[in-house]
């Protein structure tokens, strides 16, 4: 008896850049199932390997260490990426800020640990975006002021999942869902009907505050109920507000859609730093991009184009 390869679901999650990544693809046979499944997958650990701040193994660990010294060489991957991010910064007038690790490394959400007064006093200021000096030419990267640590989380897995993406697309896929935790990217539909994507409910665990219907298009939303720690009533969780340099308190959770993972990504955290009102403002200057919003209250909100949207 031989097996007959058949055009089929195939899906797989794994743990890597510390979430889970999970693919579901619709293949035309087991083969191309299975290739363009593991090539998502390996190209996912190469990015972790390579921007994992807390793998001392890693170029961007290497950066921490030096660019504060002299300006360091840096692959075209990251400059593209440091490069996105800076632009998010410029666009937000610093709310998103790939520096905010400099404080937000002495966190450790898993044993509800957060900066001394003395470091927080010590580090004021290090949160800014200017003193990170990016060199497009000779492709290096400089730290003006030696606090500086950066950190990609908030923009590096939609990077993955667009990558992951394009790895689809070159092996011949045209429909699939790529993954990396809050940050998700769907290619085509789900053969004539959309992708369904739930968004989790900021305080309700394992439930939805809203279903919505997706095709071709990257969503991601940052939520405060992630990585937290309570303190009384307050929430310290990994979303740093730069202005404060404390976890940032506007709202529960924000999502945003646009065509790549990598904008998503960068906006949601943005856009959960701004707050319902100026967020709302930033996206609805956006073209092709939507938000929904959470706020303190639990209360929804949505972009223009949403409620526009029958
Ligand atoms: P997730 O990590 O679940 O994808 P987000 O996309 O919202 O969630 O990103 C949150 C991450 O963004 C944090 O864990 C941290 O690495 C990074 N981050 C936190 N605050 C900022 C900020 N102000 N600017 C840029 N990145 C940030
Ligand atoms: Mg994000
Ligand atoms: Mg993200």
């Not at 840096?74 to 991010?85: D, G």
Request: hydrophobic letters at 40%.
């Amino acid at each position: 008896l031989s097996t007959v390869a058949s055009a089929d679901w195939f899906s797989d999650s794994q743990a890597i850049m510390g979430t889970t990544v999970s693919v579901e693809l619709w293949a035309e046979d087991e083969q191309q199932g299975q290739r363009a499944m593991a090539a998502v997958f390996t190209e996912m650990r190469r990015i972790d390997k390579a921007m994992n701040p807390w793998d001392e193994h890693s170029e961007l660990a290497a950066i921490n260490r030096q660019a504060a010294i002299a300006p360091v060489l840096i692959s075209e991957e990251l400059q593209q990426l440091i490069s996105k991010a800076l632009y998010y910064s410029r666009l937000s007038e610093g709310a998103f800020d790939i520096s905010f690790a400099s404080v937000s490394q002495y966190y450790r959400f898993r044993s509800a640990k957060k900066p001394s007064a003395q470091q927080r006093q010590q580090l004021q200021g290090a949160i800014n975006y200017h003193n990170l000096v990016l060199d497009e030419k000779n492709r290096s990267l400089f730290f003006k002021d030696a606090r500086i640590s950066i950190d990609l989380g908030g923009i590096a897995k939609g990077h993955a999942v667009d990558r992951g993406i394009a790895l689809l697309q070159s092996h011949g896929i045209h429909s699939a869902i790529v993954s990396a935790g809050g940050d998700s990217r769907v290619l085509g539909d789900k053969h004539g009907r959309p992708w369904v994507m739930g968004i989790q409910h900021p305080r309700k665990k394992d439930q939805h505050a809203l279903r919505i219907p997706l095709a071709n298009t990257a969503i991601s939303t940052s939520g405060d109920y992630e990585r937290f720690f309570m303190e009384g009533e307050i929430r310290h969780h990994h979303i740093i507000n730069p202005q404060t340099a404390e976890s940032a308190r506007a709202v529960q959770s924000v999502t945003v859609l646009a065509d790549k993972a990598v904008d998503s990504d960068a906006l949601s955290t943005t856009v959960f730093v701004l707050g319902v009102k100026k967020g709302l403002a930033l996206i609805n200057q956006l073209p092709g991009i939507d938000a929904i919003i959470i706020d303190d209250q639990g209360l929804l909100h949505y972009s223009a184009d949403l409620l526009l949207s029958p």
